[in-house]
């Protein structure tokens, strides 16, 4: 299990630290990258700009993407990820607390995997995050990587 990586996209630090934390409380001994913008995001996951001489040839396991990201949205990065073979079934979930019928309704137009509405209480985001990495790094089978 410790070969599977999540990626994080998440501007806000305070969210990034609580996440990283929910998942470490909930034992899991993976790696998780952070990246702080939509930009960032698809450098990272076709090695471009910054990331060009990143070494890891696998992409992540699971993308946890925020919507409300700055320079591209979460939604933009969604839209990219979906246009390319190398990602087209890479799992994401949307994790934001925009709560947009709209958002919501064209993510899974676009084919996310999940949206989740983060939570306001401190417990019940530590909780959620927690369920999210456990189900999506244990209990989850992915799809072949191409």
């Given amino acids: 299990m410790n070969d599977k990586t999540i990626l994080l996209v998440e501007d806000n630090p305070q969210d990034e630290v609580l996440t990283l934390r929910a998942l470490r409380k909930a ?3 993976n790696r998780i990258d952070v990246v702080r913008d939509g ?3 698809l ?3 076709f090695k471009q700009g910054e990331f060009a001489g990143r070494g890891e040839p696998d992409l992540p396991t699971v993308v946890l993407l925020d919507i409300n990201l700055p320079r591209l949205s979460g939604i933009e990065v969604l839209e990219r990820m979906r ?3 190398l ?3 890479l799992p994401v979930v949307i994790l934001t607390s925009a709560d947009e019928e709209r958002d919501r309704l064209r993510c899974y137009k676009l084919g ?3 949206f989740v509405r983060k939570p306001v209480n401190f417990a019940d985001f530590i909780e959620t995050v927690a369920r999210l990495g ?3 790094l244990a209990t989850n089978e992915p799809p072949p990587q191409p």
């Fill in 39 to 41: 930009q960032q995001a």
């Fill in 27 to 29: 034992n899991l001994a």
């Fill in 83 to 85: 246009a390319e073979i």
């Fill in 87 to 89: 990602t087209e079934l």
């Fill in 134 to 136: 456990v189900y999506w």
């Fill in 43 to 45: 450098d990272y996951l």
């Fill in 112 to 114: 996310v995997n999940s």
